[in-house]
């Protein structure tokens, strides 16, 4: 399938199949390991019950980004540009990349990001702060147990190699409300054919963990370049690995090339916990699973990594210049 490279908003794409099974794992389960391992290897992606991420924290944030994705387009570039925290409106990155999307980016650590919101809800920023923190405390509190369980399932010590550098108080983790707003002229002039709320990528830090409420949009790439849609389910989590673990397993592990159509008549909502390294840590790929295999990469730290990808376009192959010859 061909994906064109004008901008997002004229992005048409032929509609894709809906299989294989997306991996399902119980997080209740501790055999669950085995099958977290594999569907890293398989998939990189994977759809989590039982997470044990309180629904009240779920559904505040929720409609704390209804109330804010819903005040009017002036009030909302209160809280932009996106430099790189805030409110962004279609584009995405700082290359060029758009979507039919609109979204909040935070960073988890520094509290400086909410002041730019307190312009807009005033005393309510608050309510916001904390339906945030919330909510971000409880996934990366599971991204832990799912990082130690992929540990424990590669059969590799410390049990906490991955869930560390998420603990670690330099942790460079993200966090992004996404809104696909509904775009009505979909469904009259394109005829199923679908628009790019958010173009294909790989996430260039060790985990994501998606929550999205019950609008569909998201896919995923398979290991032979096809896609598949992915059906939402606001009471599950949706899990990538990201680059950095893919090194970290040298290449074991695959970095899931993802992306999200817009809707013709409904407003899709997701939520991204991204865990990320301090800056100053080296990604390379762990001794322990080389087993006398050569590096498939270059070494470069965290930062390194990111600046890198950060003066890239959405799609690009990031990993490639990091990769040896
Ligand atoms: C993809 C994963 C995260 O959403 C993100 C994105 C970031 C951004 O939106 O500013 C990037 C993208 C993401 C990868 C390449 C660069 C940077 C947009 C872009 C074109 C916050 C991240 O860390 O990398």
Known sequence: MVVMSKPAMEHHCAATTLFPEIPLIDLSKPDSKNLIVKACEEFGFFKLIN????????????SEAIKFFSLPLSEKEKAGPVDPFGYGNKKIGSNGDV???EYILLTTSNEANYQKFSAIFGEA???????????????KKMAYEILE????????????????????????????????????ELNQETNGMNLIGFGE???????SVLRSNNISGLQISL???NWISIPPDQNSFFINVGDSLQVMTNGRFNSVRHRVMANGSKSRLSMIYFGGPPLSEKIAPLPSLMKGEDSLYKEFTWYEYKKSAYKSRLADNRLG?????
């Open 51 to 62: 997470h044990g991420v309180p629904t009240e924290f779920i559904t505040r944030l929720e």
């Open 99 to 101: 979507g039919w999307v």
């Open 125 to 139: 920023a608050e309510k916001f702060r904390f339906a945030v923190n919330d909510y971000v405390s409880a996934v």
């Open 149 to 184: 369980m992929l540990a424990d399932g590669l059969k590799i010590q410390p049990r906490n190699v991955f869930s560390k550098l998420l603990m670690d108080e330099e942790s460079d983790s993200a966090f992004r409300l996404n809104h696909y707003p509904p775009c009505p």
């Open 201 to 207: 990528h790989t996430d260039p830090q060790i985990i």
């Open 223 to 225: 290991k032979d370049g």
């Open 321 to 325: 210049v990091f990769e040896k010859i």
